[in-house]
């Protein structure tokens, strides 16, 4: 009687997936959140195809309003003025119908998107060792914060600073050298069977 969701999941075939997921979404978005090299973006654009989801890039975005690369508005603009268009940015694109949105690495750290981000979407966190995430950093050189003499000190202090934050987030993976679509599996069977997920957000049960 009991056959319970993650009996469903083993059972549902990849289309079935999608869909229930994606009706369990209901209005909400799907926002990766993570430090640089996690995967948010390719991880993130793969599952938008399988749940059959618009993608949209926040720091892409950012340099398509911005008319120039994150790495020409931090040393022309500073990092407060891209902090404050990565903050609007993201607003608009959350206000803007469901969708999969891959964040930049600072952006769940600043409380405003941080609530935004809890009112509209459900937000998973892509965590990932230093040693992942430097070899994936080290193959590009678009990352201003990295621009250091001691790049993996500045990403140790950042996943000091940051990892008690990005725990806030609904869902927690892993994120391994694996293939991306195992990556992309691994999320939508784990969101079929989260709770939460399932659960309608307040405003609609009220
Ligand atoms: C940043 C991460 C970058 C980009 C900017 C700042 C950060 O995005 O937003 O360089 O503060 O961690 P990715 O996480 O997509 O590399």
Not at 38 to 67: H, N, V, Y
Not at 128 to 133: G, K
């Amino acid at each position: 009687m009991h056959s319970g969701k993650s009996e469903g999941a083993s059972q549902a075939n990849p289309a079935e997936l999608a869909r229930s997921v994606r009706q369990a979404l209901g209005a909400r978005s799907i926002v990766m959140i993570g430090l640089m090299g996690a995967g948010k973006t390719s991880i993130g654009k793969r599952l938008a195809a399988r749940l059959d989801m618009p993608f949209s890039d926040a720091d892409q975005e950012i340099e398509k309003a911005a008319g120039k690369t994150i790495n020409e508005i931090f040393s022309e603009n500073g990092e407060a003025y891209f902090r404050d268009g990565e903050r609007r940015v993201i607003a608009r694109l959350l206000r803007d119908g469901p969708k999969v949105l891959a964040t930049g690495g600072g952006a769940f750290m600043n409380t405003e998107t941080r609530a935004r981000i809890a009112a509209s979407s459900f937000s998973i966190w892509l965590r990932a060792d230093i040693d992942t995430l430097m070899a994936r950093v080290s193959r590009r050189d678009n990352r201003p914060l990295l621009k250091a003499d001691n790049p993996r000190a500045v990403m140790e202090k950042l996943i000091a600073d940051r990892y008690p934050i990005y725990a806030l987030a609904d869902l927690t993976i892993d994120s391994r050298d694996v293939p991306h679509d195992v990556m992309v599996e691994e999320i939508v069977r784990t969101l079929h069977v989260n709770e939460k997920l399932i659960l309608p957000p307040i405003s609609e049960a009220l």
